[in-house]
């Protein structure tokens, strides 16, 4: 069967190669994708940044998907063939400490799907029972494929943030799990507003006013003015760092009220800042990481009540016959969030 496999160790070098059709395990489901989308991690790979030097390539990419059951393992109960279904793709050990208290995103051995074993860019992929959850057949196949950062939206917001109602929240990053935290903050109660840069302009941010939200745009020198006039000086509340870039924690200092919460989302790398202000302000930091069953499950209802909008942050224009495309336009910040057709690596 075709796929799409990072091959070399250097940017871009994504492939269509082939695998042979993968056989389930007792314990495994064989799954038609239907959908998979293109997320920043999948870019970073694409990019080939320090973080997945550990991969053995060729590897076959993409773990945000949905697709049908097409056979099962003879000891799997909970999927049948039919089934549509997702996958968590941080696959837990089931041993550790973490797994067994039903932390499994943080456990101390887990591999991730398209990065540590084949993905989900291709025409099936057997996956071990243990890490599917099924979804009803009213959603859009495209939405259901966005479910995995709906859930990490969900994650940082509902589970590792103090959102109450009418609690002033900025969001910096309008990149895909920006704008699906931004909603999923909104639904809380949260008095929200969007931060972004320069790159973010021409499509990004429009997205975020679109989707109904005050933007700012950082290089203009918007932030200031809203902090001004919609917490009085203040600062806000709850501050989402979804960026990934270093910047961004330092701007969530700036921004957050003294007493206030930080939630650090996207994972930064290094930065260099001073800690006593944070301490004399009594500003919690809190880290958020990926997702678990329960996150997974909230985010299925969050998107079958359409209290998510997905249909407005998607793009399915690109084709993963010609992949380079999506990552170079993702990556440029004129896309928020691509999401391929995989059917046709069956044609």
């Known amino acids: ?60 990419i993409g773990h945000e998907y949905a697709g049908r059951v097409v056979e099962t393992g003879e000891s799997v109960r909970s999927v049948s063939p039919g089934d549509r279904v997702v996958e968590r793709p941080i696959r837990g050990c089931g041993e550790c400490y973490q797994c067994k208290i039903g932390e499994e995103n943080v456990c101390q051995d887990a591999t991730i799907t398209g990065v540590d074993h084949d993905g989900a860019y291709a025409p099936y992929i057997a996956v071990p029972e243990r890490a599917l959850q099924r979804v009803d057949d009213d959603i859009d196949p495209r939405h259901a494929a966005l479910v995995e950062p709906t859930s990490i939206g969900a994650r940082a917001v509902v589970e590792n943030s103090r959102i109450g109602a009418g609690d002033r929240v900025l969001v910096a990053g309008p990149g895909p799990i920006g704008l699906l935290t931004a909603q999923i903050a909104d639904d809380q109660g949260g008095e929200v507003v969007v931060a972004g840069v320069e790159n973010d302009a021409s499509d990004r941010l429009p997205l975020a006013a679109e989707l109904g939200f005050r933007t700012c745009n950082v290089d203009r020198g918007d932030l200031e003015t809203a902090r001004e006039e919609l917490t009085n000086g203040v600062g806000y509340d709850v501050v989402f760092d979804t960026t990934g870039h270093p910047s961004g924690l330092t701007m969530s200092v700036e921004e957050v009220r003294k007493g206030g919460q930080i939630v650090l989302v996207g994972q930064t790398g290094e930065t260099t800042m001073a800690y006593s202000p944070l301490v004399r302000a009594e500003i919690d930091l809190q880290c958020s990481y990926a997702s678990t069953w329960e996150d997974f499950e909230r985010s299925i209802r969050l998107i079958s009540s359409g209290a998510v909008d997905l249909e407005t942050i998607l793009d399915d224009r690109f084709s993963l016959l010609e992949a380079d495309e999506a990552f170079e336009t993702f990556l440029a910040g004129e896309t928020c969030k691509p999401v391929f057709d995989v059917s046709v690596l069956r044609e």
Do not use: H, N, W
Request: net charge negative.
């Open 1 to 60: 069967m075709q796929t799409l496999a990072k091959t070399a160790r250097a940017y871009g070098e994504l492939t269509l190669i082939d695998r042979d059709r993968p056989t389930p395990a007792s314990d495994e489901a064989l799954i038609e994708v239907e959908y998979a989308g293109l997320c920043g991690s999948d870019a970073g790979i694409y990019r080939f940044k320090s973080a997945f030097e550990r991969m053995s390539l060729p590897t076959v």
